[in-house]
């Protein structure tokens, strides 16, 4: 059990569009998901957290209006980049949370790598 | 605030020898501690966790780590090297001073030679 899904693996866009991620936790409710970028070579850094029914709440640097983040039931969280550029192609991975947070009942998605021309 | 610093970026051992990822925390609050692994452009997989047990844990795939309080540390072991062992290792670390929220050690890239 505890299975996240993401949803594209791979998307490559054009530059000014708007690309959607999904994240999906299939076997289990997610009162809590976690978005994270991840550029080559380099570790995780948290871009936001997603509560279901409210506003994301975002780590200082990360634009809102840039990467917008809906979490509208307890199994599904979705990152819209809009408004793509080339400097945002990187490794997008979300991550849900099972139980209470100082658990570390955090499962991962797959990742879904964007690339922006 | 609460941060882990993995010792080593890269670590290169034979199959069937042991491996030691190095990892120091710093942390004001009781910390929850875990490694992850990923492999190339896949999602994480948590090896084992550290939640104030017992301080030797054992995790999946033969990988153990020991968390030492006077040393802040809580290097990851695992005592034969396999050839799918070869991945990226993260150290991290979540107390109560950000909401538990994980921060994530720089990363170990493991490559295991034949």
């Known amino acids: 059990g505890a299975v996240v899904s993401q949803h594209p693996s791979w998307v490559i866009c054009k530059s000014g569009t708007s690309v959607k991620i999904e994240c999906r936790s299939l076997?289990?409710?997610?009162?809590?998901m976690f978005w994270y970028r991840q550029f080559p070579k380099q570790s995780l850094m948290l871009m936001a957290t997603?509560?279901?029914?409210?506003?994301?709440?975002?780590e200082q640097g990360v634009e809102k209006d840039k990467f917008l983040i809906n979490h509208a039931s307890l199994t599904l969280s979705t990152l819209t980049v809009t408004s793509a550029h080339p400097e945002d192609s990187s490794f997008y991975i979300c991550?849900?949370?099972?139980?209470?947070?100082?658990?570390?009942?955090?499962?991962f998605g797959e990742g879904s790598r964007l690339t922006v021309l | 605030a609460q941060s882990v610093t993995q010792l080593d970026s890269h670590v290169s051992v034979s199959e069937g020898t042991p491996v030691l990822l190095r990892c120091n925390y710093s942390s004001s609050y009781s910390p929850s501690l875990f490694w992850y692994v990923q492999h190339p452009n896949k999602g994480l997989q948590l090896l084992l966790k550290?939640?104030?047990?017992?301080?030797l844990v054992k995790g999946i795939n033969g990988f153990e780590a020991e968390f030492k309080k006077s040393e802040t540390s809580f290097h990851l072991t695992k005592p034969s090297a396999h050839m799918s062992d070869a991945a990226e290792y993260f150290c991290?670390?979540?107390?109560?001073?950000?909401?538990?929220?994980?921060?994530f050690g720089a990363g170990t890239t493991v490559t295991v030679r034949a």
């Open positions: 991290v670390v979540s107390d109560l001073s950000n909401d538990y929220k994980l921060s």
């Open positions: 076997d289990f409710q997610a009162t809590t």
């Open positions: 991550s849900a949370s099972r139980g209470p947070a100082n658990t570390g009942e955090l499962f």
């Open positions: 550290y939640t104030s047990a017992a301080t």
């Open positions: 997603s509560n279901e029914g409210s506003k994301a709440t975002y």
